[in-house]
């Protein structure tokens, strides 16, 4: 990379060491520095650091995050006396697992009853 002068040296400051991550910056001169020659640079100075990085092993990973839905399906799922996730019980009652299913059943009734109320204004007791 001609662009790229020699004095001063490039060099690479840590700036984070992040949840997923460790961010570093790297610094170069070049000579004029217009944007047409900044853009360019960047461009030759990041892909050969990317290059050697990936030809040295070290892996360029995206942030992941895993989300757990659980659609209550099997009959244990909701019941937390039973539950697999290995989160404690705790110690005082806990609510008895209900199935999406059976409560827009019972939604789809109390409406059929015309008994006028909302979704919204159905009580846990009434489902």
């Known amino acids: 990379m001609n662009e790229v002068l020699k004095d001063p040296a490039p060099d690479v400051l840590l700036m984070d060491l992040a949840e997923s991550s460790v961010n570093i910056r790297a610094r170069w001169w070049i000579n ?3 944007r047409a020659d900044d853009l360019t640079s ?3 100075v990041l892909s ?3 290059k050697k990085l990936v030809e040295n092993g070290i892996d360029l990973p995206y942030p992941t995050r895993q989300i757990l839905f659980h659609d209550q399906t099997e009959e ?3 019941d937390r ?3 697999r996730e290995g989160w ?3 110690k005082d009652e806990f609510p008895k697992p209900r199935r999406i299913s059976d409560s827009i059943r019972q939604l789809g009734r109390l409406q059929a009853q015309g008994n006028g109320k909302l979704a919204s204004q159905i009580t846990n007791d009434e489902m």
Do not use: E, F, Y
């Open 32 to 34: 004029p520095p217009r």
């Open 42 to 44: 960047r461009d030759r």
């Open 48 to 50: 050969a650091i990317k």
């Open 76 to 78: 244990t799922d909701g």
């Open 81 to 83: 006396s039973r539950q």
């Open 88 to 90: 404690p019980t705790g």
